[in-house]
């Protein structure tokens, strides 16, 4: 993989920010885009700008080959079995949100328990916080280990019979933590739970076979991976997604309308009422193209890699406490001594570097790790070495600068 070919295909990155080289550490947050995902989208806008499915004219047809063509690319990219088993949402929330709206509360009832962990992003921690309440079942939490990974003897403990869903992310958003989900979700079958995994921070940067992990659902974006916002995908087992009911209802999603009683759709469309988002799905079908030209594998290396190095160099800076395990995807949080995380990323932007500050959408884990916030540098496959050390340079600045302030 040739990096600098490859930041050539990033516009974005080719400018200053307060006059200095942009260096964009916050992919976990949303990545940058290539010029062939722009030049996808702008080429539907311009050249064949219609609705799918409905129209038999040549631009509606164009259209309908460009959206159902990335949903079979989808398919391929996560080795799903078919083109039914993939729902295309406004992102992995949306998706999350489904399973527990509409699988969930068909399924699950008072006794019963909902099993997630303490590193879980908000959007698989609120959905079954609701979905707890409303049923009145039971929110249990998997422990984690002191270095934030899970402890497959835990999993054995804590599902049990009672357990109805078992919600997991692939990758912490936080920590890099890659999570067992293929043995996590042995152990929830094994007591015949369902398993739902929230890919937005794997399927951007590894390999990933949703019938080898055995998903019964799994959910991702798109702007994660290259992608435009606004699009995600939820994959679902075909045997769970037939017996679940729509939860969105309107155009699209019908099969026959009558005055007081109405029909669905066939799989994956019974799922997506109303216009869909067609612009987002031709940009994502153009986002696979692109990772798959690559190499997930050169990826996750490359990703790999940077982040060894990273936490190498920042191994010299006294006083910079870094969190999670030693084993991680490209993600690196943070705190620098007793200087809040939102005063690093401020002065980290006066230099020209993007980093995430804050909570990260994940409360409870920083209530975990014993912090209000914490600061973090995500790599991807257009980031550098001279990014790192641009981002420790900056970093010792920041220190020095605090230093002088409050020393």
Not at 46 to 58: A, D, F, L, Q
Not at 190 to 203: E, F, P, T, W
Not at 345 to 371: F, I, N, S
């Amino acid at each position: 993989m040739n990096v600098q070919e490859v930041r050539r295909q990033f516009p974005i990155l080719d400018q200053e920010v307060n006059g200095h080289p942009l260096v964009y550490l916050d992919s976990a947050a949303t990545s940058q885009k290539p010029r062939q995902v722009i030049e996808a989208v702008e080429d539907y806008y311009k050249r064949y700008n219609s609705n799918v499915h409905r129209g038999v004219h040549t631009l509606g047809s164009l259209a309908t080959d460009g959206y159902e063509g990335a949903r079979e690319k989808v398919r391929q990219f996560i080795h799903a079995k078919s083109t039914a088993e993939i729902v295309f949402t406004r992102g992995a929330t949306t998706a999350i949100n489904l399973v527990a709206t509409s699988y969930g509360r068909d399924n699950v009832g008072p006794g019963d328990e909902i099993v997630i962990t303490p590193m879980e992003h908000h959007s698989n921690i609120i959905p079954w916080q609701q979905l707890a309440k409303v049923t009145g079942a039971t929110l249990t939490y998997l422990p984690l280990q002191e270095d934030g990974t899970i402890s497959l003897k835990d999993v054995e403990a804590t599902i049990s019979d009672k357990t109805k869903i078992v919600s997991v992310m692939q990758v912490s958003n936080v920590l890099g933590t890659i999570n067992p989900i293929k043995e996590i979700a042995a152990v929830a079958h094994k007591h015949d739970a369902v398993m739902v995994v929230d890919g937005a921070q794997s399927v951007p940067h590894m390999k990933v076979d949703v019938q080898d992990l055995d998903a019964d659902f799994f959910a991702f974006s798109g702007h994660k991976m290259c992608g435009p916002t606004g699009i995600g995908v939820l994959y679902g087992k075909k045997k769970l997604l037939n017996k679940m009911e729509p939860v969105e209802f309107g155009g699209e999603m019908i099969d026959f309308v009558g005055l007081h009683d109405s029909t669905w759709k066939e799989l994956p469309w019974k799922f997506e009422g109303g216009t869909p988002i067609i612009a987002g799905a031709i940009g994502l079908g153009a986002a696979i193209d692109y990772l798959e030209d690559i190499g997930l594998e050169n990826i996750a290396s490359h990703e790999t890699k940077l982040v060894n190095y990273a936490i190498q160099q920042l191994s010299d800076v006294e006083g910079v406490t870094i969190y999670g395990p030693k084993e991680r995807a490209g993600i690196l949080t943070f705190n620098c001594d007793d200087v809040h995380p939102h005063d690093v990323a401020t002065v980290l932007d006066a230099e020209g570097v993007a980093v995430r500050a804050g909570h990260h959408c994940a409360q409870p884990l920083m209530k975990w790790l014993d912090v209000n916030a914490t600061a973090r540098a995500s790599f991807y496959l257009y980031n550098t070495e001279d990014d790192v050390d641009a981002f420790v340079k900056a970093l010792i600045k920041t220190k020095e600068y605090f230093g002088d302030v409050f020393g």
